[in-house]
């Protein structure tokens, strides 16, 4: 069994530019969450995807948008960069039935802003 | 609103000594608990998670954690520290029911001294 995986594993981007980070689940997962961890912090929720409708989001402006494919894959969009955007972002899967509760992560990826 | 304290940054032991890393939590019901291990340039592996009955918990790598709803504590603890276990600490707490939102606490560095 594959865990999960998350490309690219860096990225450097421009103050107004556009992002999409992707994420691949764990075969028998249908539930994603995405977090935003910054330096020398917790990872904050982004929001979560639940057979491919928006199931719950944290404290993030609506240019961070995300899609749930069929195959559970999903992606993180991020519109009009902020140089306070640069973090680590990390996607974490979640088997069939557990409503998120029991997570996966991906090693993440490294966005930095300039 | 939920909130997790970890209020140690750093901790440093010696290979074979004892270890206890603290966590305060705020939520007004029952809450979901987490332990999380991330070490550098990985995602985060849970340790373990409580989520009723037992209120001492044992997860993997040979970590418990003893949920006391008194203190609004769930601190991790290890008889015995190995230096791999050398890594960034998470706390978390979830609210039940809908969807899984979880709120990290800011993180424990754990130093190991051979």
């Known amino acids: 069994e594959t865990g999960v995986t998350q490309s690219p594993t860096h990225l450097i981007k421009t103050r107004g530019q556009q992002v999409t980070l992707r994420c691949s689940s764990q075969s028998g997962h249908n539930t994603v969450s995405w977090y935003q961890q910054a330096l020398g912090q917790g990872p904050q929720f982004i929001f979560q995807y639940y057979r491919e409708e928006e199931n719950g989001r944290g404290n993030f402006p609506p240019r961070f948008s995300g899609l749930q494919f069929p195959n559970y894959s999903s992606e993180l969009n991020v519109n009009a960069l902020e140089l306070d955007d640069s973090a680590l972002y990390l996607c974490a899967s979640s088997p069939a039935g557990t409503v998120g509760y029991e997570q996966y992560f991906g090693p993440g990826t490294r966005l930095t802003v300039t | 609103a939920q909130s997790v304290t970890q209020p140690d940054i750093h901790i440093t032991v010696s290979e074979g000594a004892s270890l206890e890393l603290r966590c305060n939590y705020s939520?007004?019901?029952?809450?979901?608990l987490f332990w999380y291990v991330q070490s550098p340039g990985q995602g985060l592996q849970l340790l373990l998670k409580?989520?009723?009955?037992?209120?001492l918990v044992q997860g993997i790598k040979g970590f418990e954690a003893e949920f006391k709803r008194s203190q609004s504590s769930f601190n991790l603890r290890k008889p015995s520290v190995h230096w791999s276990d050398a890594a960034e600490y998470f706390c978390?707490?979830?609210?039940?029911?809908?969807?899984?939102?979880?709120?990290f606490g800011r993180g424990t560095s754990l130093i190991v001294h051979p």
């Open positions: 409580y989520f009723s009955g037992d209120t």
């Open positions: 978390a707490v979830g609210a039940a029911g809908g969807s899984y939102i979880p709120t």
């Open positions: 939520y007004g019901a029952t809450p979901y």
